[in-house]
Each structure stands twice: as C-alpha cells, then as structure tokens.
Nanobody, 119 residues
Framework: VQLQAFGGGLVQPGGSLRLSCAAS????????IGWYRQAPGKQRELVAR???????NYSDSVKGRFTISRDNAKNTVYLRMNSLKPEDTAVYYC??????????????WGQGTLVTVSS
C-alpha cells in the first residue's frame, strides 16, 4: 500500500495551497482518510478527516479555512487550505484506515509533505 502526498510548498500568509493524497495497492475499502500535521517541537495533530460515509471532522484551528474532500473512485483525498497562517507551518501527513482484500484492517501513514507559511 502506498499513500502518495503532493502539494506542499512555500506560501505567503493569507495564501492557499491544495494537498492531495492518493492511495494505491491492495485496498478493498478506505474507512477513513485524512490529514495530520506536525510542527517542529510539537506532537502530531489531526487536521481534517473524512469517513467512508462522508462525515468529516476538523481541528478547531482550521475550521472555516480548510476543506477536505474525497474522490472515492480514485482513492484520493484533498485538503484545500485557504487563509494560511504562519502557525499552519508543519509537515502534513496523510493517514488511511483501510481494509485489504484479505479482510485485514490497517492504519497507514504516508510520507509527509512540508507546508511553510512565511513572508
């Protein structure tokens, strides 16, 4: 299984970025998929997550600014980030709770993508 994350980079405060994460491999279904982030010296925290039934939850710090969406046909999740702030600077990680064809359920992390918000 692979989770390939794309879209990080350097952006000025107030700017926007879109992250994407494509899941591939022996995946029967994805129960939940989302984004976490880890800033230097801090613990990893949930940013946004969406489930197979379409429910979503967001960190209070990003509500109203970030939007998570999912393309089930492509096993891809997106994170649209608007009104970015310097405190959004972190490595963003994709995470998937999935079931494989053997019926096993796993929690899997992709590689991170760095988002830097700075003028």
């Amino acid at each position: 299984v692979q989770l390939q994350a794309f879209g990080g980079g350097l952006v000025q405060p107030g700017g926007s970025l879109r992250l994407s994460c494509a899941a591939s491999g022996s995946i029967l279904s994805i129960n939940a998929i989302g984004w976490y982030r880890q800033a230097p010296g801090k613990q990893r925290e949930l940013v946004a997550r969406t489930t197979i039934i379409g429910s979503t939850n967001y960190s209070d710090s990003v509500k109203g600014r970030f939007t998570i969406s999912r393309d089930n046909a492509k096993n891809t999740v997106y994170l649209r980030m608007n009104s970015l702030k310097p405190e959004d600077t972190a490595v963003y990680y994709c995470n998937a709770d999935y079931v494989n064809y053997a019926g096993g359920r796993y929690d899997y992390w992709g590689q991170g993508t760095l988002v830097t918000v700075s003028s």
